[in-house]
């Protein structure tokens, strides 16, 4: 398709410059690109295909900043535990997996997102079983049309080393960093548009080395690649910071070459005052993941906080087996709804979140070409209808209405021009077919009959 019209669209929200809001607009899409935009009747410009979204509102693609896409075979387990216990009770679950387990994950975290209206999204995957690779996951977004942010993790410190994953799950530190490297001159694309780059991301203080926290960022700055890890999730994080580093999570970071414009790291519920000043002085971002802290009781991360010294906060589905969904609108929702459980009935506004969602996510992967519906952008735009249950009295503003209502499923999404969820469906893969085959691997991996 090399020219797509979005006619009469009831309500826009650019998320531009101005944070524009459009009534009764158009958005022409040419070459994958947005070409203009306006209200009131479109150009007669020719376009091989015109939709009406008269009963719409339209914005930008959603943006996933954090992920772990294996985990969606996994949900509803260790229903009870903290992080490290959560972890301790998967890490042998996970061990079975195969690259037929993470194809077929992927495919339907994947399917889960795009259905909610995110058109962009980072996995991060660290762990390396039997014969898993990370292009899994890479074939699976280019069959459903994701535009993908691959992260490489890994895990290298296990157990016996003081580390909290067992030995059995970490891989050599040199094999590590050459898998890496084949994965960025294999794949990484840093063109403008691009719908699938590669990230460094060893997985967390307590499973890797030092050393390996180093000569990832050495790597990951070699290739001009961005940087990825999870920190300062709770306490029991902070804690090991403290005794086996002698140091809070945020100066550790600081001290490994863990921060800069270039990183961004996943969770950050306990960093501090000093530490927030440090992220924000550094360039560094934040990925929040709302309802993932919540299940593990993690905590509250201090977002608005963030907001306020300027640090660049962007928004995490986290893995769906320690959020058990995969719905980035409700994860808007979620982040304005814990920003307020303090005390504060202004704590984070409606579109605050969304802008999370969506400029905050983009500036967090560091992509100047999505995030918002402006000329010369990608071709990401999402519509959801205003005629469904959930949004009813609530029309006056459909802006807000989508994150302080039920968040409703994406009834069209375009990535980089293309159609992929049209009428509510996916377009791009046959969903009650991926479903059977992926409880079919679910119930085989945690049977452990792999």
């Known amino acids: 398709m090399t020219a797509l ?15 524009r809001e459009l009534r009764d607009a158009w958005v022409l899409i040419k070459d994958r690109v947005i070409a ?60 079975g997996m195969r690259s037929r387990h993470l194809y077929a994950a992927a495919r339907v975290a994947m399917a889960e997102l795009l259905l909610s209206g995110c058109t962009t999204a980072s996995d991060h995957h660290y762990i390396y079983p039997n014969d898993v690779k990370l292009e899994d996951e890479i074939r699976a977004a280019q069959e459903l049309g994701l ?49 699938l780059r590669i990230a460094v991301a060893p ?23 961005r940087l990825h890890t999870h920190l300062a999730e709770n306490d029991k ?10 140091s809070r999570p945020g100066r550790y970071a600081e001290e490994v070459g863990w921060l800069g414009d270039d990183v961004w790291h996943a969770h950050c519920v306990k960093l501090d005052e000093s530490e927030i000043d440090l992220f ?5 971002g934040v990925c929040h993941c709302p309802s993932s802290n919540m299940r593990l009781a993690s905590g509250i991360a201090p977002i608005r906080l963030m907001l306020d010294r300027r640090v660049k906060v962007g928004l995490g589905v986290d893995g769906s087996a320690s959020n058990d969904g995969g719905h980035l609108l409700n994860e808007a929702r979620q982040a304005l709804l814990l920003q307020r459980v303090g005390g504060d009935p202004a704590g984070l506004s409606a579109r605050e979140a969304l802008e999370l969602a969506t400029l905050g996510g983009a500036a967090v992967l560091g992509r100047d070409d999505i995030g918002s519906i402006a000329v010369g952008m990608a ?16 029309t006056h503003d459909p802006v807000a209405a989508l994150v302080f209502c039920q968040p409703p499923r994406v009834d069209l999404s375009i990535i980089n021009g293309e159609i992929v969820v049209e009428d509510g469906c996916l377009l791009c893969a046959d969903l009650p077919l991926l479903l059977e085959e992926h409880n079919r691997l679910s119930a085989e991996l945690i049977r452990g009959n792999t």
């Open 5 to 19: 019209l979005l006619k009469r669209i009831r309500h826009l929200a650019t998320m531009d410059d101005e944070r």
């Open 36 to 95: 203009a935009i306006g209200s009131g009747e479109p150009p007669a410009a020719a376009a091989e295909r015109v939709i009406d979204l008269s009963n719409h509102v339209a914005m930008p693609g959603l943006v996933n900043t954090h992920h772990h896409m294996f985990q969606s075979l996994t949900r509803v387990l260790a229903q009870d535990n903290e992080l490290f216990d959560w972890l301790g009770t998967l890490y042998p679950i996970w061990a």
């Open 147 to 195: 535009r993908f942010h691959a992260a490489r993790g890994s895990m290298s410190l296990g157990e016996s080393a003081g580390g909290l994953p067992p030995d059995d799950l970490v891989e050599s530190e040199d094999g590590i960093l050459r898998d890496t490297q084949r994965l960025i001159e294999t794949w990484h694309d840093s063109a403008r548009g691009s719908m």
């Open 203 to 225: 997985c967390s203080p307590f499973s890797v080395s030092v050393d390996l926290m180093r000569e990832s960022a050495a790597l990951a700055r070699a290739y001009g690649l």
């Open 237 to 246: 994080d902070v804690a090991y910071s403290l005794s086996v580093f002698g």
């Open 280 to 284: 924000a002085r550094t360039g560094t």
């Open 379 to 394: 071709a990401d735009i999402i519509a959801y209808r205003l005629d469904d249950v959930a949004m009813a009295g609530a």
